[in-house]
């Protein structure tokens, strides 16, 4: 556990990466900026004002650190503009976008635009709206990409676990999307196979989850969701032909060779799966909270993909470490782009 925890920071460390965090009015932030910054894990801009960090955290030494306050910086006139022309079609006027720029988000998502930092983390005292949707308006969505979607990177607790074998798997979405379509899904199951990879470093086993496997459960007459999954299925097998990915699944027989062996004996996924797409956020939310409470996961994220640039939602119960291995995340996203 504390081992896939260090290489993520480490794996962080060494590809240099300049990271926005945009609350500097937090203590557990200016903290974690601070830590960072001394551990080498990214270089860290700050967004906040230099007398209130004196005064939310007096004993928190930020050398290395830069700060910026978006009221002073003479950069918010030039992020102002770069706002007025992704938004002026949806009403935005340079006066709107001088006065929208000076919010401390929006200008680390400026900030992230613009290419003067690799990766923008938020959201330990902002609502996951407040700190998304500058994200959604000027960041947008990567290329042939429709959906932001979310995973958790759900680390085995000490001593491991039996069907675990790689230490770690990923489950999404758990956060974002409540009842994403078929084509939403193998979408998820796509961006969630490369985060396993970048992040996770494990080889994806994507596992398409249902209350059925392979056909044996019909909702037909209810919410359809069986079917909805094996569409998934296909549409992810087309877009991606060479992943390693199969269902419908019960959970079960995406986990348990024996269970594999008789629910879906054909299947060169079920029984080994370390990536697991979720049919709704009920089910998502409900499963990853299970694992981590009684199987004793760590539960990383949620990890925000599908964005153009890197960008991350924190809890706001976060704690400090919480902001730490999201900075890293957000780096080693950076350092995968193409």
Known sequence: MAS?????????????????????????????????????????????????????????????????????????????????????????????????????????????????????????????ANTLRPGLQVIKTAPDTNIVSSCFIMIAPEGGNQYCKDGVFVFADCALNICPTAEQLAEIAVTSANTAKTIAGIEPRVAMLSFSTKGSGNDAKFTNTVAKMQKATELAKEMAPDLKLDGEFQFDAALVPKVAAIKAPGSDIAGSANVFIFPDINAGNIGYKIAERLGGFIAVGPICQGFAKPLNDLSRGCCTEDIVLAVAVTALQAGSSK
């Open 4 to 128: 896939m925890l260090e290489r993520i920071k480490k794996n962080a460390a060494a590809v240099g990466k300049k990271i926005v965090l945009c609350e500097g009015e937090d203590r557990r932030v200016i903290e974690a900026a601070a830590q960072i910054t001394r551990e080498g894990i990214a270089e860290i801009v700050l967004v906040g004002n230099a007398d209130e960090c004196a005064k939310v955290a007096p004993d928190v030494d930020l050398t290395g650190v830069t700060l910026i306050d978006p009221l002073t910086s003479d950069k918010t006139e030039y992020y102002a503009n770069i706002l007025y022309e992704a938004r002026k079609n949806k009403g935005m006027t340079p006066e709107l976008a001088r006065e929208a720029a000076k919010d401390r988000t929006m200008f680390g998502a400026l900030m992230l635009k613009a290419g003067d930092v690799d990766g923008y983390v938020s959201g330990a005292c902002h609502s996951t």
